[in-house]
Each structure stands twice: as structure tokens, then as C-alpha cells.
């Protein structure tokens, strides 16, 4: 069971969060085969987590992210993407524990 934070707590629990989220391996996760279909040689070089803008539900959280991406084509080509998205979280064991994470790479494929 998750001890219960304190308000005073919540700048620390984000900052945890936000760490988890930026430490995933997006290519052990089901958004790997959304993103890695868009090119050849597809490269995430960041997660971007905004800690302000997570969402606290008891043991459960979610928030927005950015993931940036290179996408490497055919004879040299490549272009740097982002794609807007969220997670959701919940606390295991004291610790964020990243249950989903969702990416919109419709801009892309349009």
C-alpha cells in the first residue's frame, strides 16, 4: 500500500514522477512500434515531462509529455520530430511504477 503524501510532499513526489518518465526505454514499451514505423532508423533522444502539469489521483498519476525523436531515412535523411502524449502511473512499493504510455504521431502520418 502507497503511504499517503503530503502537500508538502509534492514537489519531491513530481520531481520522482518526472524522473521515472524521462528514465523509461520507450523501445520496451508499446508506443515502440508506433514510433519506430515512422522511419528506417527511428532514435528517441528525450522524453520531456512537465512536473507542474502531473496529475495526482491518490496512489495514481498521469501528466503530458513531449517525445522527441530523430527519424532516419534512406541516403542520409534525417529529420528531428516531436510528438506530443501522456502517461499514466501509479505508486508501487514507495516508488512511481509507469504503467502506460500513450504518443500521437498522427501529425506525422497525416
Known sequence: MARKKSSA????????????????QLT????????D???????VEAVEVFEDEIRVNGARFEGPINVH??????????????????FEARWRDDAPSIDRVFVDTSSFTR
Do not use: C, K
Not at 71 to 83: I, M
Open 69 to 86: 525523436v530523430t527519424l532516419g531515412y534512406p541516403e542520409n535523411v534525417t529529420l528531428s520530430e516531436t510528438f506530443p502524449g501522456r
Open 9 to 24: 510532499d509534492m514537489p519531491a513526489q513530481a520531481h520522482a514522477i518526472a524522473e521515472a518518465v524521462r528514465s523509461l
Open 28 to 35: 520496451q514499451t508499446e508506443v515502440w512500434n508506433e514510433l
Open 37 to 43: 514505423a515512422l522511419s528506417f532508423n527511428t532514435q
